[in-house]
Each structure stands twice: as C-alpha cells, then as structure tokens.
C-alpha cells in the first residue's frame, strides 16, 4: 500500500502504515471517504460544526457536534460523548461534505445528540489499544457460552468502548432469540454493560472482511455502504448460468456485483426483438438457442423433417428483417442473408484431422512377463517321488493320485502272482519270507532289526519263530 504517510524499506518498497484505513491520501482505508476540501487548505465561507467520526477504523461511524473550542479536524483522534461514558475514535470527514454525507443517509441535523469533547490524549490511546486486544478473547468466550445454552445464534464480532465499560455482541440469527439468560451470564463474566445488537449476513461480513471470488477485498467492507436487493433475474439478463454456488458471496447471499452491470446489460437488450423464441422459413423452423449481447449475434438451430440441423449465427440486423417478413406472412427461403455472421477460425485454433490405419500398422506382439519361480507352459520336468509311489499321476477331477497299468487293484487285467507259501486270505499281495521267519522285500535290501524285538533271550520272539 503506497500511501502518502507510508513508510518505504530500503529496497524501496512500501511496508505499509498499519493504520488500516486511516491514511492521509485514503487509499488502503475501509470504509474510507476521502476528505479532499481538507486537503486545499482553503478557508470555508459556509462553516458545518458537524463532523463524521469513524470507530474501529471503519467498522462503524456516526455524526457528532464538532464546538468551536475543540478545534479538531479531519485525521485527529478524539473523544466523544456515549450513552454511557465516552468513547474514542477519529474523524473521517469535516466541512460541506459531512452535509452531503448526511442527505445521502437520510440524517437530520436535530436528531444529533452527542457531541465531541476534546482531542484523545497518550492515556485515552492507551486504554483504546486495550479495549481492541480483549475484544478477540471475549468472542471466542461469548460464543462458547451462547453454544452451551443452547441458542441458535452467531455471534459474529465484539466491540468495546474506548472507556472499556461497555461492550457491544453483534449476532446473527435466523428468528427472535431470548438471550436474557444470556446477557446475565455475559455480564458476570466479563463485568461490563452488555448491548446485543443483530446484524444481517451482509452486514456481519462487512464487519469482518474478506477477499472475493475475484481477488479484491469485499466492497461491503471496503466501500459499498448501502445495500440493495439482488434476484436471480439479474443473472439471467446477463446471461449467467444459474448456479447458486458461484453467485453466492461470502455471506450466503446473491453477490451484489450482479447489479453493477445490470442497467448496461438491459440497455444493450433493447436493440434485439423481445419474445421471439422461433423463426419460420421453407427449411423449416429456427429456434432461438443462445444470444451474444456483446458480437450482437443470435443463434438459431433449424429442425426439419430428417431432424435438428446445424447451428447458424445470424446478425441481429437479419432476425430484424425475418421476424417482419414472418408479420407478414412471408417466409424466407433461409435464414443467410446479407447479414450472416461467419467466425473466422485461426490456424491455430484448427483441429487436428487423423488419419485411419486401422490395418497399416500392426505393432509387435509383447510377451507377458511372468512372476519369478514360474516355468512357463509345455516345459515342466519330471515330477518329484511322491510318498505312494512312483510314477504315479494324478486324477485332474478328483484331485487324487491314480495308479499305473501295471499297478492295479482286483479290477485291473494285470494280476500279480502270489507266492505257494503265502497264507490264504492274503488278498494276492506278493510275500517272501526268509529262514528266520522275517519279512524281506525281492527288491529292496534288508532293514536293521530292532534290537529289543530280536533278542534271542526274548521268550515271545521264540515262540512267534516256532509257530511260523
């Protein structure tokens, strides 16, 4: 912020006066009416001892008396009589303007009551800057108890008087809130006179400030003091898409931006025919899609019998002259005329055409990638010996271990031949035992004896020896 009173760093760039608002020149103020007959220095022959002072550094203003022996001017700090005490703030303007300042808010000059009493010294600054440094502990303390009694209600911002004996709670509320319980608790908390005062949406953000959708400061807190209403019919004359999201500001509500170019906007309407929704001509009936109030152009789509045909862009000089012919019962042979609108398309704004080659290109095949540890197909070796034997496949439906040919139980056509020797209920399974009455395999050597089990001493291995 580059004001007058600024201060500059040393690389030159403006570090700002951290007045927020109150600059000589006026051009980071909130709020902010500039006194320009001040700044003349010019003697005014019509003197007006009424002043506007500013409160919360644009927050709030009133008008108040400004008597001779005060002599203050625009930019002093005073003090100023209250309801209850007196309060501190600075005057924003002085002279005539203050006059016209008080028409434009429909305030008479008899309904003034207070007045100023003298410029605020060192101590009275003192005790401001306190009264600003409690203000954000007190909010965050005045909406936990309104939430804890249970109110639907929103308190948006505190304000305490330059003597800190009273304090103002600005709230927001969708109906009539008994807050009586409230303002007690409030009072024993903070121990000062309490006024609840509520606010619309659009005040309570011009109190608290913002930044907008485009990237300035809101007008509400900056400049815009009145406020008008705004409907959705100013979206439509502009040709807005109606989403309620992006024309809603920062206080819920219609953006107030919709009206500065609303009369423009129903100014540059007159010059294209109202109520026309459809043309007629022998290809068939054109209906209006869309108007461009700014080329002047007026789109129409053409149905016919096959369907909706292309959509033409027609000067509004052209529908003029269709719409008279249609009067008067006449219908033209096709809305081109000497007025058609043709867009002009740059090369670069061209699009790209692609050729087919489906066919021309066949791109080479990729193998897949398989996990690691993986073999692929047709290449597994030889199975690992099973716990049932060898050479043994498994059935694929069952999931079970099938024998071979030459393996076979009862039902298979190989039978295996059984020993003379073998007793009978042996169930033809081949034997072979030795002298000593063990069992030994044709194929396999002979295992280790158990010691304990072949001890000669053993009188049961004797008697099972005997009876073999």
Not at 102 to 125: C, T
Not at 350 to 362: L, N, Q, R, S
């Amino acid at each position: 912020m580059g004001c007058t009173t600024c201060s500059v760093s040393a690389s030159g760039t403006p570090t700002g006066c951290g007045d927020k608002g109150h600059c000589s020149s006026g051009s980071c103020n909130k709020m902010n009416t500039f006194d320009w007959i001040n700044t003349l220095d010019l003697a005014d022959p019509t003197e007006f001892n009424v002043v506007e002072v500013s409160f919360k550094k644009g927050a709030r203003k009133g008008f108040y008396t400004n008597p001779p022996h005060a002599d203050c001017i625009t930019g002093d700090m005073v003090v100023v009589e209250a309801e209850s005490g007196y309060d501190v703030g600075r005057i924003s303007l002085s002279g005539d303007l203050v006059r016209a300042q008080m028409k434009k808010k429909n305030f008479k000059q008899e309904k003034l009551i207070y007045s100023v009493i003298r410029q605020a010294n060192h101590r009275d600054l003192e005790k401001l800057e306190e009264a600003r440094a409690v203000e954000h502990k007190a909010l965050v303390k005045a909406r936990v108890i309104a939430r804890n009694l249970g109110l639907d209600m929103k308190i948006g911002d505190v304000e305490y008087q330059g003597d800190k004996r009273k304090a103002t709670y600005y709230y927001t509320a969708e109906g009539r809130v008994d807050f009586r319980e409230l303002v007690r608790v409030y009072a024993k908390e903070f121990r000062v006179k309490i006024e609840m005062r509520q606010i619309g949406s659009r005040q309570e953000s011009a109190r608290i400030g913002g930044i907008g959708a485009c990237g300035r400061e809101l007008c509400c807190s900056t400049w815009l003091s009145n406020f008008k209403s705004v409907n959705t019919m100013a979206a439509r004359y502009q040709n807005i898409a109606i989403n309620q999201t992006k024309l809603s500001g920062q206080c819920g509500r219609l953006k107030c931006c919709l009206n500065y170019e609303l009369d423009m906007y129903m100014e540059a309407l007159n010059s294209f025919p109202r109520n026309l929704e459809m043309l007629k001509t022998k290809d068939g009936k054109a209906y209006l899609v869309k108007t461009d109030i700014f080329k002047g152009l007026m789109y129409f789509a053409i149905r016919t019998e096959r369907g909706r045909g292309p959509i033409i862009a027609i000067d509004k000089k052209r529908v003029w002259e269709v719409k008279e012919m249609n009067d008067k019962g006449e219908f033209p042979t096709t809305l081109v005329g000497s007025y058609i609108a043709e867009p002009t398309i740059k090369e670069e704004d061209k699009e790209i055409e692609f050729a087919d080659v489906t066919g021309e290109i066949e791109l080479p095949s990729v193998k897949r990638r398989r996990g690691k540890g993986r073999k692929p197909k047709g290449k597994r070796g030889p199975r690992p010996n099973n716990k049932r034997g060898n050479n043994r496949d498994r059935d694929p439906k069952k999931g079970k271990a099938s024998k071979g040919p030459k393996q076979q139980g009862k039902s298979g056509q190989a039978k295996k031949k059984t020993d003379g020797n073998a007793p009978k209920g042996s169930g033809g399974k081949q034997t072979n035992r030795g002298p000593e009455g063990n069992k030994k395999s044709a194929n396999k050597p002979q295992k280790k004896s158990n010691n304990k089990r072949r001890n000669p001493n053993n009188k049961n291995q004797q008697n099972r020896n005997n009876k073999d």
